[in-house]
């Protein structure tokens, strides 16, 4: 069961209503449920770094961008800051492994992904999934449209923590890259089951351990 088609007609009013399927209702009970044992669980890892972040520099710990989400919403999506202050300053930019904006504890954060425990915030407040597509920037989507519509079928269910695509792509440093792994995710689209999440969040755990975040 894929769960991707979101509305049923009622046919007293022929309007579409959002349709929620089992396994969707499983989903979102278990991503809310596994967010707040996370953030329990890491809360003394979460001060810990706090307390470092806040030392490696000038700027805030808890760092915040806009995403877009599903069916094209737009929402702030909120991380561990692992660049230097002000270093997104003009146009939106994709950072590399070896990028000079990113801080030396950033690099660290990046490469075992503990930047992105603030994302379990934005699960519970229902912005986004423990699986799912990586949530992109507008600036980036319009590029990566114009020469992969099929980018679009991301935005019919709500992007993740985690993905097909981080696990066995990783990082995007271009809209090359971004292309390259958005077929991975197409494909998570097209085979996407529970089975298929539990698989992704192993592969994750795997990632996390060997330190191969970046």
């Keep these: 069961m894929t769960g991707l088609k979101p509305y049923n007609i009622n046919h007293n009013t022929g309007r579409k209503v959002r349709r929620t399927t089992v396994s969707e209702r499983i ?18 890892v979460i001060l810990t770094l706090s307390v470092f972040i806040k ?55 990046r490469r075992y992904r503990i930047d992105e425990i603030p994302n379990f915030i934005n699960v519970i407040k229902g912005d ?54 958005l077929e991975y995710d197409l494909y998570y689209i097209k085979n996407r089951s529970l089975l298929f999440d539990v698989k992704i969040l192993l592969y994750t755990i795997g990632t996390i351990l060997k330190g191969r975040g970046l």
């Excluded at 961008?65 to 994709?94: C, H, N, W």
């Design 27 to 44: 989903r979102q009970f278990f991503d809310v449920l596994f967010s707040l044992v996370a953030l329990i669980i890491l809360s003394p």
């Design 55 to 109: 030392l490696s520099g000038k700027g805030p710990v808890i760092y915040s961008q806009d995403r877009i989400g599903k069916y094209g919403k737009p929402f702030v999506i909120y991380k561990f800051r692992s660049m230097k202050y002000d270093a997104e300053t003009g146009a939106p930019m994709l950072s590399g492994v070896n990028e000079e904006r990113i801080t030396r504890i950033g690099k660290y954060l």
């Design 128 to 181: 986004m999934s423990v699986v799912g597509p990586r949530p992109e920037r507008q600036f980036f989507i319009d590029q990566i449209v114009l020469r992969n519509p099929e980018f679009n079928d991301l935005l019919r269910i709500k992007p993740g923590i985690t993905s097909w695509g981080q696990v066995k792509y990783g990082y995007a440093s271009n809209v090359d890259e971004m292309l390259e792994r």
